[in-house]
């Protein structure tokens, strides 16, 4: 049952090394009510401490309520062990960590004198255990109450007693005596240097921790897979709490990296963002570990932790996701300064400062035979100099021999360059030869002749080929034959012996009479006038008021002539 | 001796014809001679398209019509004019002369658009 219990609760991961295989399946129900079974105290208490440890964490970690009397029994076992003057060093430490949950009433002289004990204990441990309960249980002390000073003078020398016990391939052994090295014990090692770490009052060595990052390197060399991908820490051995068993072997390690990364990182600006079907709320990510490798790029393991106590088999969940980093910063641009030269003797012609990145309007005019050059220092954070790996001026090279105005745009750009940018600097006026016979000319828009409504192809405006004329001469005989007509009219008037007999003789009809024939001619006039020069308004403008005069005049005469065909007449 | 007949016939015809228009008063004359005018002119300008083609097809219209649209106008200027009918014996000719005059000078604004 024991054995069962530390099988399932100890915080169990799986992890997907560079595979990624995350099938998440969150907390449900079913987690709930197999671990209330499985967890159910037999008369009133768990057993031993740990057992409480892992029942209570269990409960914590999937949301189920704990009840009070549990807690009132395991406080009062946790107190009788803390307080006892001959608990063992393992228990001291399951009682802290019960306490870590439960927070039972302890006072500070309890607290110190549990912090001596473990201390004079750290001094005389010789076995991987010892130092890991010893260390873990100042650690807890430490999280639970700030009157007790716990730091660790001699860090130092603890760390390389612990280290003395790893061995190449990157497992630990239990102790000195013992040759058989696991994982298991790999990863208590790993969490006890992080507890050293975190507790040490000097600096600790830093070759130390290089050599430890080395050690879980080899660790994860030593890591088996499963059919489907996913990874895992086995053991071949059985020492002598019993064969340990994948998940825990799995999960010590990873408990040990995790608290050693928790203790080596700095500080970066990492943003983590994980996709979960569902996040359960017994999940942590954490960061692991960072690597960083030859070039400038980073990697980070981040781990994805179901504190998710399994059932009767593995599950696959949780992925350790490798995800590169770029370690980028702001990159500080100055001095740059844009200047035409001329020619090759490199006199600057013309010279100004660009202020980047800022705003820029620089105008420029160069011909062909100057040189344009553009020069600025960039500079990191940190003060070195720093080269891009691109940065271009973004000017056509061939310019088809078009003189003209042109804008110049600066692109500077890295991929750890935060502020990259693209900046326009201004213009500069090209002043180029013309272009020879066969130079080439700009190239056509190239079309993409099955793209339907894509631009197509460019049409050159073809005039429409005028009308064929007639031949200046023709037209001019028939404008000749037209007039015949008229002659032939004229002369058969007189043929007809058409006279002017009915004119008026009188003053005032004749003036009419005059005046009636000078306003037909008028407007005959208008026309002409209009299909030369006039539009049709001021045509119709004229035409009305000619019109008016000539209705008059008109009126006059012919009423005038009326009425003396009607006095013949009746004479 | 048809053909003569026919020949004779048509000459009589003719002859009669002439005989029976010289009786016309002169100022129908006059307005037969414009009329004949205006037809001849448009004649012209038809075989003048006929021989360049017809590019300007609204020159041509214009010009044509032009000729045709005075035809016409004196045409019924004659009509009333004229004193054997009986039709338009309250009609002074004057009155016709000047509504002559009136839908000319509006048919040749017209044709003066158009001719373009």
Request: aromatic share 8%; proline share 5%.
């Amino acid at each position: 049952m024991a054995r069962n219990l530390e099988f399932l609760v100890v915080a169990l991961l799986v992890f997907a090394s560079s595979c990624e295989s995350a099938i998440f399946n969150p907390v449900s129900e079913s987690h709930r009510s197999a671990a209330l079974e499985l967890f159910s105290p037999a008369d009133g208490s768990f057993g031993s401490l740990e057992e409480t440890y892992e029942a209570l964490k269990t409960c914590e970690v999937l949301g189920i309520e704990k009840k009070p009397d549990i807690r009132i029994s395991a406080c009062a076992s946790v107190v009788d062990t803390l307080l006892s003057t001959s608990t063992a060093v393992k228990d001291l430490f399951h009682a802290l960590r019960v306490n870590g949950i439960l927070k039972c009433e302890l006072n500070d002289e309890a607290f110190a004198g549990i912090e001596s004990r473990l201390k004079d204990s750290l001094n005389n441990a010789n076995s991987l255990l010892d130092f890991y309960y010893s260390i873990g249980g100042l650690v807890l002390i430490k999280d639970q109450t700030s009157a007790v000073d716990v730091l660790l003078t001699d860090a130092d020398k603890i760390s390389r007693s612990i280290k003395a016990l790893s061995q190449s391939d990157g497992r630990w052994r239990l102790n000195s005596n013992n040759p058989e090295s696991s994982n298991d014990a790999a990863g208590k090692a790993l969490e006890a240097l992080a507890g050293v770490i975190s507790l040490a009052s000097s600096e600790i060595d830093q070759s130390l921790i290089a050599t430890l990052k080395n050690d879980i390197a080899k660790l994860f060399d030593g890591v088996a897979r499963y059919d489907d991908g996913t990874c895992y820490f086995d053991e071949k051995l059985v020492d002598a709490r019993g064969h340990q068993g994948p998940l825990s072997a799995s999960a010590s390690v990873v408990r040990g990296i995790t608290a050693f990364a928790e203790v080596t990182t700095e500080s970066l600006n990492v943003r983590v963002s994980t996709v979960l079907g569902s996040s359960a709320p017994p999940l942590t990510v954490k960061l692991m570990q960072t690597f960083i490798s030859g070039s400038k790029d980073a990697s980070i393991i981040d781990q994805i932790v179901f504190d998710d106590p399994e059932q009767k088999k593995n599950y696959a969940t949780g992925g350790r996701t490798k995800v590169p980093i770029h370690v980028t910063g702001a990159i500080t641009i100055d001095s740059a300064e844009i200047a035409i030269l001329d020619s090759d003797i490199g006199s600057p012609e013309t010279q100004k400062k660009l202020d980047l990145p800022g705003e820029n309007a620089v105008a420029l005019s160069a011909n062909h035979l100057q040189k344009l050059m553009l020069s600025f220092r960039l500079t990191t954070p940190s003060g070195h100099a720093f080269k891009p790996h691109q940065d271009f001026l973004g000017l056509v090279e061939k310019f088809y021999y078009l003189s003209g105005k042109y804008d110049i745009q600066l692109t500077v750009g890295d991929s750890v360059m935060e502020n990259s940018f693209l900046q326009p600097l201004g213009h500069i006026e090209l002043d180029l030869p013309d272009a020879p016979e066969k130079a080439a000319r700009p190239p056509p828009q190239p079309v993409d002749p099955y793209s339907r409504y894509g631009p197509k192809a460019e049409i050159t405006h073809i005039f429409r080929a005028p009308e064929k004329r007639p031949p200046r001469e023709l037209s001019l005989a028939f404008l000749g034959l037209v007039f015949l007509p008229l002659f032939g009219f004229l002369a058969g008037l007189f043929y007809l012996r058409a006279n002017l007999k009915n004119l008026p003789k009188s003053t005032v009809p004749a003036t009419f009479a005059i005046l009636f024939h000078l306003g037909i001619a008028a407007v005959l006039a208008l026309y002409a006038l209009f299909w030369f020069k006039l539009d049709l308004f001021t045509t119709l403008k004229a035409l009305g008021l000619l019109g008016m005069f000539l209705m008059f005049v008109g009126h006059k005469t012919l009423s005038h002539l009326a009425s003396t065909s009607a006095k013949l007449k009746s004479a | 001796m048809g053909r003569s007949t026919t020949a004779k016939d048509a000459q009589a015809l003719f002859q009669s014809l002439r005989s029976g228009y010289a009786g016309t008063p002169t100022n129908l004359k006059i307005i037969d001679l414009y009329i004949v005018f205006a037809v001849v002119t448009a004649v012209i300008q038809v075989v003048y398209m006929a021989v360049v083609g017809s590019f300007p097809f609204n020159s041509f219209l214009s010009g044509v019509l032009s000729c045709v649209g005075t035809a016409v106008l004196a045409v019924s200027l004659r009509i009333q004019v004229n004193k054997d009918n009986k039709e338009f014996k309250d009609l002074p000719p004057e009155r016709a002369f000047a509504d002559f005059i009136l839908c000319n000078l509006v048919l040749h604004l017209v044709i003066m658009n158009f001719l373009g």
